[in-house]
T-cell receptor, first 113, second 113 residues
Framework: DVKVTQSSRYLVKRTGEKVFLECVQD?????MFWYRQDPGLGLRLIYF???????EKGDIPEGYSVSREKKERFSLILESASTNQTSMYLC????????????FGQGTRLTVV | GENVEQHPSTLSVQEGDSAVIKCTYS??????FPWYKQELGKRPQLIID?????GEKKDQRIAVTLNKTAKHFSLHITETQPEDSAVYFC????????????FGRGTSLIVHP
């Protein structure tokens, strides 16, 4: 069973704080992604990574950065949290190399106050 | 980049009825079309997918159809049951893009007993 684990289920942070969301997958997947889920807007891609130390911007990268120092771990960083970053954040991974199913973490509900 | 439109945003049916959710995509190079189901408070999970070399795929009560010429694909659920109630997301991706999925905005399906 593929397991994608996000470090926190719920987080409350203050405006201006630097926030780290951590994601770990245990299936040696090449690809990892961070999505943001908001009601009525679906899943929007923030960043993805197809290899260690490789990253690509998604559709809404502003205000975020990422880090992938090890294959199994992909971190999302909010450099200076703002209230409009209050959202559900979903990490996902997929095998790559022509294998296509994405496996999601349980999500982190971030509230910025 | 890819743009995926999904309709309707909400669908309410009686138990036993059929439900149809439709998606259109913009990138003619897209060749993989998964559907994810997200139950309340849970992570999205793949329920069925289709590749561009087939027009239809069925798995028990669910089926997906693809029209490459018109660039649209649909999810069909027959004999709906209350446990089918969830948010359904369509997505499109392509091999040249590492199969990173672009999602529609989601359809909230409510099945009334």
């Amino acid at each position: 069973d593929v397991k994608v684990t996000q470090s926190s289920r719920y987080l409350v942070k203050r405006t201006g704080e630097k926030v780290f969301l951590e994601c770990v997958q245990d299936m040696d997947h090449e690809n990892m992604f961070w999505y943001r889920q908001d009601p009525g807007l679906g899943l929007r891609l923030i960043y993805f990574s197809y290899d260690v130390k490789m990253k690509e911007k998604g559709d809404i990268p502003e205000g975020y950065s990422v880090s992938r120092e090890k294959k199994e771990r992909f971190s999302l960083i909010l450099e200076s949290a703002s209230t409009n970053q209050t959202s559900m954040y979903l990490c996902a991974s997929s095998p790559g190399q022509g294998r296509t199913e994405a496996f999601f973490g349980q999500g982190t509900r971030l509230t910025v106050v | 980049g890819e743009n995926v439109e999904q309709h309707p945003s909400t669908l309410s049916v009686q138990e036993g009825d059929s439900a149809v959710i439709k998606c259109t995509y913009s990138d003619s190079a897209s060749n993989y079309f998964p559907w994810y189901k997200q139950e309340l408070g849970k992570r999205p999970q793949l329920i069925i997918d289709i590749r561009s070399n087939v027009g239809e795929k069925k798995d028990q009560r669910i089926a997906v159809t693809l029209n490459k010429t018109a660039k649209h694909f649909s999810l069909h659920i027959t004999e709906t049951q209350p446990e089918d109630s969830a948010v359904y997301f369509c997505a499109a991706s392509r091999s040249g893009g590492s199969y990173i999925p672009t999602f529609g905005r989601g359809t909230s399906l409510i099945v009334h007993p």
